[in-house]
């Protein structure tokens, strides 16, 4: 670790994406204010935290700091430690789950396997660039460039960079080396390929605890379409002066809400069951978009229930179709 990687990580992040992307959280209605704070978590007070010239400062708990003092708390670790996970040096990840300075907050996730957060931030800071491949199969699905771009920039989509399976095994292998592929369950004990190589479209969550795998192409028989590693975190676009959220199923029907020109704040759950309200507590409206099947439908009228209880407001997307990427082809066919 040299000195200059302090420097390098606040001049790479700043406090307000990390609040944004990292913390997950929309600014507040006044400018520089947030709801959420590294320290003592979410709140319903859209004022609780200020960011000014680069450094928080919690009302609540009184927590200040810059961007790696926020990282440090966030996840519970050295400032040197903070300073590797912003600028996704995964080498020195496995020092992550040291002792923790602090007792666990409600709000902090547990620590996923070190291994794979190391795997993820790779991803995360390597694989910004498309394989042209990559971009044909979401234009096949309706989604443009313009809402490709967007991803891209905050960070939601990544890519592994070939087009054939192979190649992408041998850039994860050559990249992470094949204990720690082994070691984050990338790579069976007993294997020398990783599934996720022939799916080469990964979407991070916001938090990068947790990474979806997809194919661009039809799955076979038996296969399956992605393949999700971490913890259960969901993934999201912010619309900074928006109050809403929209949510759906996962990262195509993200886009497919981008696409179709949807304001506001976007959020995908990871798997229909896996939604929890307490995501949803800094919004005051919430549409939902979940998917027209079983599941989605029963999940639902669990969340309506749930976010009538916290007395946060609900609607119903109505969309034609199985889901949001379907309505979007319906309305939009590709190719035009
Ligand atoms: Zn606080």
Excluded at 49 to 76: P, Q
Excluded at 234 to 256: N, T
Excluded at 279 to 293: G, K, R
Aim: with cysteine; glycine share 8%.
């Amino acid at each position: 670790m040299k000195l200059n990687d302090f420097q390098e990580a606040k001049r790479r992040i700043s406090i307000e994406y990390f609040f944004e992307n990292w913390l997950g959280t929309a600014p507040g209605k006044s400018a520089g204010r947030y709801s959420i704070c590294p320290e003592c978590g979410p709140s319903n007070d859209n004022n609780k935290v200020s960011i000014r010239n680069g450094y928080f400062t919690c009302f609540k708990c009184g927590a200040k700091g810059d961007v790696i003092e926020a990282a440090a708390l966030h996840f519970k670790t050295t400032a040197k430690n903070a300073v590797n996970l912003l600028l996704g040096q995964n080498d020195s990840l496995a020092s992550r789950s040291e002792v923790p300075k602090v007792a666990p907050k409600t709000h902090a996730p547990p620590l996923p396997n070190k291994a794979l957060l190391g795997c993820i931030a790779y991803i995360f800071s390597h694989g910004r660039i498309p394989h042209a491949s990559h971009i044909e199969y979401l234009h096949s699905r309706g989604i443009g460039d313009k809402a490709i771009e967007f991803a891209i920039n905050r960070g939601f989509m990544r890519f592994l960079p070939h087009d054939n399976s192979r190649a992408n095994y041998i850039w994860l292998k050559e990249s992470l080396g094949i204990e720690r592929l082994r070691a984050a369950g990338l790579v069976k004990p007993d294997k020398d390929f990783a599934s996720i190589a022939y799916r080469p479209l990964v979407f991070i969550s916001n938090d990068q605890c947790a990474a979806e795998f997809r194919l661009i192409k039809p799955a076979r028989e038996g296969e399956s379409k992605t393949i999700c590693y971490g913890l259960g975190s969901h993934y999201y676009f912010l619309d900074q002066k928006r109050d809403y959220a929209l949510v759906c199923e996962g990262p195509i029907d993200m886009l497919s809400a981008y696409e179709l020109g949807l304001k506001g704040n976007i959020i995908g759950i990871p798997g229909v069951q896996k939604s929890k309200v307490e995501w949803f507590h800094q919004y005051s409206q919430i549409i939902l978009a979940l998917d027209h099947d079983e599941a989605g439908l029963k999940q639902t009228a669990l969340l309506q229930e749930q976010l009538a209880a916290n007395n946060i407001k609900c609607y119903l997307f109505d969309f034609n179709g199985k889901d949001l990427n379907e309505h979007l082809m319906a309305t939009r066919p590709p190719n035009k």
